[in-house]
Nanobody, 115 residues
Framework: QVQLVESGGGLVQPGGSLRLSCVAS????????MGWYRQAPGKQRELVAS???????NYADSVKGRFTISRDNAKNTVYLQMNSLEPKDTAAYYC?????????WGQGTQVTVSS
């Protein structure tokens, strides 16, 4: 049984910062990539950022220069540092793990950017 547990979401003012964490536990084959997706009300889930086991990163254009993804392979943990947050970043953020066999999802953590 694989579990992805996210933390770090919350309410923040525009221009503020948050750091999301996701810890993967359980039995799984080699992790190919971990990442973060988000889904705002009435919208489709979209990729925010991903990072491969080798450290290659990919970002949505809307977050480039503001968000940074990183991972600790030894701890099976991925982080998302979010700076200069804007109201349009408000969404539920989901951790994603792609192994050599399948894909896993966390339960989501809410990020709300509002004054």
């Amino acid at each position: 049984q694989v579990q992805l547990v996210e933390s770090g979401g919350g309410l923040v003012q525009p221009g503020g910062s948050l750091r999301l964490s996701c810890v993967a536990s359980g039995s799984f084959f080699r992790i190919n990539a971990m990442g973060w997706y988000r889904q705002a009300p009435g919208k489709q889930r979209e990729l925010v950022a991903s990072i491969t086991s080798g450290g290659s990163t990919n970002y949505a254009d809307s977050v480039k220069g503001r968000f940074t993804i990183s991972r600790d392979n030894a701890k099976n943990t991925v982080y998302l540092q979010m700076n200069s947050l804007e109201p349009k970043d408000t969404a539920a953020y989901y951790c994603n793990l792609k192994s050599s066999i399948t894909t896993y999802w966390g339960q989501g953590t809410q990020v709300t950017v509002s004054s």
